[in-house]
């Protein structure tokens, strides 16, 4: 399969998600104001998707690092300005609709963290970005980051440096503690638990769901069929959100309410495409 036909299949795929999403979500009784806002979250993620998928990650290590420190200070920006709800602050209010900045923003910080070979600045920052996602009491997220920066350095075996370990060590501890604090935000049909909730509505409702939940996965993992790594990385980020999402009280992307996750997959893809270039002719 040629990269055009990968980003045709990507689309469709995209496309189909996001609808059986909705009415999901429809079924399972979200407002339609609820509605209305996924819908502008998926149109503000398509944008990117064009954008970001035209847009080469950057050459020099520093820039990487210092886009890794300005989204460290974005993603916890809620700890110290958004609502508290149950006890988790990951959200920040833009009039009457709330954000979460984390999930819009952690395919950029995944992206970010694949320049080059990892120095300890970068590492650092991915660090400091999982120690914000504990304080957010965030598993999920968690889950799917450390997934990620695993998956991210695979390839290079036992040669990545301590840093390396030191960073997927502090992961693992930062999630095996985010798990056992989890937070006592009420499970909402719609959000979380969409999958056995969409099941116990109906057969159809189910099989839609399910469908839905593939393909959240399917565009990611067909980008990183040609051995990209960011995309494999993404991949496995929103493996691992799902994953928490059917062990737990989280949201689950895409077909689940939620305008901040479904915007940041379709930059994910979209940022595995920049990655994933098409070969030049010879």
């Known amino acids: 399969m040629t990269l055009q036909h990968a980003n045709m299949a990507t689309w469709i795929a995209a496309g189909v998600a996001v609808l059986l999403?909705?009415?999901?979500?429809?079924?399972?009784?979200?407002?339609?104001?609820?509605?209305?806002?996924?819908?502008?979250?998926?149109?503000?993620?398509?944008?990117?998707?064009?954008?970001?998928?035209?847009?080469?990650?950057?050459?020099?290590?520093?820039?990487?690092?210092?886009?890794?420190?300005?989204?460290?200070?974005?993603?916890?920006?809620?700890?110290?300005?958004?609502?508290?709800?149950?006890?988790?602050?990951?959200?920040?209010?833009?009039?009457?609709?709330?954000?979460?900045?984390?999930?819009?923003?952690?395919?950029?910080?995944?992206?970010?963290?694949?320049?080059?070979?990892?120095d300890w600045s970068g590492s650092l920052l991915v660090l400091a970005v999982g120690c914000v996602l504990a304080l957010q009491f965030d598993a999920a997220a968690l889950t799917g980051l450390t997934l990620a920066w695993m998956a991210l350095h695979a390839r290079f075996g036992l040669r990545v440096g301590i840093h390396v370990w030191a960073v997927a060590l502090g992961l693992i501890l930062l999630t095996s503690w985010a798990w056992i604090r989890p937070d006592a935000l009420p499970s909402v049909a719609w959000v979380e638990q969409v999958l056995p909730n969409a099941w116990s509505h109906g057969l159809g409702t189910g099989v839609m769901a399910t469908v839905a939940t593939g393909l959240?996965?399917?565009?990611?993992?067909?980008?990183?069929?040609?051995?990209?790594?960011?995309?494999?990385?993404?991949?496995?980020?929103?493996?691992?959100?799902?994953?928490?999402?059917?062990?737990?009280?989280?949201?689950?992307?895409?077909?689940?309410?939620?305008?901040?996750?479904?915007?940041?997959?379709?930059?994910?893809i979209g940022l595995a495409r920049a990655s994933n270039p098409e070969p030049s002719a010879p």
């Open 21 to 118: 999403g909705l009415a999901v979500q429809h079924q399972l009784g979200a407002p339609v104001s609820g509605l209305m806002v996924q819908a502008a979250g998926a149109g503000m993620g398509a944008v990117l998707f064009f954008l970001l998928g035209r847009v080469p990650p950057p050459r020099r290590k520093s820039v990487a690092a210092v886009g890794l420190a300005i989204l460290l200070v974005v993603v916890a920006l809620p700890l110290a300005t958004g609502p508290e709800l149950a006890g988790a602050r990951r959200w920040v209010l833009l009039g009457s609709v709330s954000i979460q900045p984390s999930m819009v923003l952690l395919p950029v910080v995944i992206w970010l963290a694949s320049v080059g070979r990892p």
């Open 216 to 268: 959240v996965m399917a565009p990611l993992f067909l980008l990183a069929r040609r051995g990209e790594r960011v995309a494999l990385s993404l991949a496995v980020f929103y493996l691992g959100l799902v994953g928490a999402a059917l062990l737990g009280n989280y949201p689950l992307p895409v077909v689940g309410l939620g305008a901040s996750l479904v915007a940041g997959w379709l930059i994910a």
